[in-house]
């Protein structure tokens, strides 16, 4: 059987995270050639690359903070692909603080979090909009949360970043149409190395509060990109929400 995603390129941000990488992964096993789009974790990219379905993939340095050097990226994957057929724009940042200290917030760490989290979209797609063109039936899937419409998460300025994501999506999907599909995945909280450092009572609360009684894993949202890519090729500016139903309690 051919793969489904053979002879198609992919750009992933943020790659060597818990949930860039088994995007990754499940888009090789797919058949895509994967740019493992990394920040400083080269090493990690390496590592994630070595161990990928067979096939030509890329490691090459992307901090979604650098428009300069998202440009050379789009010239490099031009270079030796000469197309690119997805974006996964999974680069992110936040850190744990109650969302009533609000001094706790510091102007560093919002702004760090806007900075990444939403100018990074931009800049990305920005950046690779030509090579998506060119493909004819591009596809962009922004990773989100149901933070962004909960207002529930790690802090107040992520939950804000992440509804400035839904936003995007939307927006982008009607500026770039036809030649180009976006849409958000919205996972809730999802079992990465981010919360394994919380207490095993606060993890089994966020899983008894989810209908479907366990956290989300990587592979839930790897699976929610591959559909976009391959099954749901008629939806374009929505949210694909990968929660397990938590929104309903």
């Not at 990394?38 to 428009?67: F, I, K, P, W």
């Not at 100018?119 to 950046?127: D, E, L, M, N």
């Not at 899983?207 to 479907?212: E, K, S």
Request: hydrophobic share 45%.
């Amino acid at each position: 059987m051919v793969a489904a995603l053979a002879g198609k390129v992919a750009l992933v941000t943020g790659a060597t995270g818990g949930i860039g990488s088994q995007i990754v992964r499940r888009l090789a096993q797919e058949g895509a050639s994967v740019v493992v789009g990394y920040n400083s974790s080269r090493q990690a990219a390496d590592e994630l690359a070595s161990s990928l379905a067979a096939g030509d993939h890329l490691v090459a340095g992307a901090a979604v903070t650098d428009s300069d050097g998202l440009a050379r990226l789009a010239g490099l994957i031009h270079e030796r692909f000469g197309r690119l057929d997805i974006l996964v724009n999974c680069a992110g940042v936040t850190r744990f603080v109650l969302h009533s200290d609000l001094d706790g917030l510091d102007d560093a760490l919002i702004d760090r979090i806007l900075t990444v989290n939403v100018r990074g979209v931009i800049a990305t797609t920005r950046a690779m909009r030509p090579l998506l063109d060119r493909a004819g039936e591009g596809l962009i899937a922004n990773i989100s949360s149901i933070a962004g419409v909960t207002a529930m998460g790690s802090n107040i300025a992520y939950c804000a970043s992440k509804a400035a994501v839904d936003n995007l999506t939307k927006s982008l999907a009607r500026a770039l149409a036809p030649k180009i599909r976006v849409v958000s995945v919205s996972p809730g909280v999802v079992d990465t190395d981010f919360i394994k450092g919380r207490d095993e009572s606060w993890r089994d609360e966020q899983a008894n509060r989810t209908p479907l009684r366990r956290l989300g894993t990587p592979d839930d949202v790897a699976e929610a990109v591959l559909a976009a890519a391959t099954h749901l090729r008629f939806a374009t500016g929505v949210i694909i929400p990968v929660d397990g139903g938590r929104p309903l309690t």
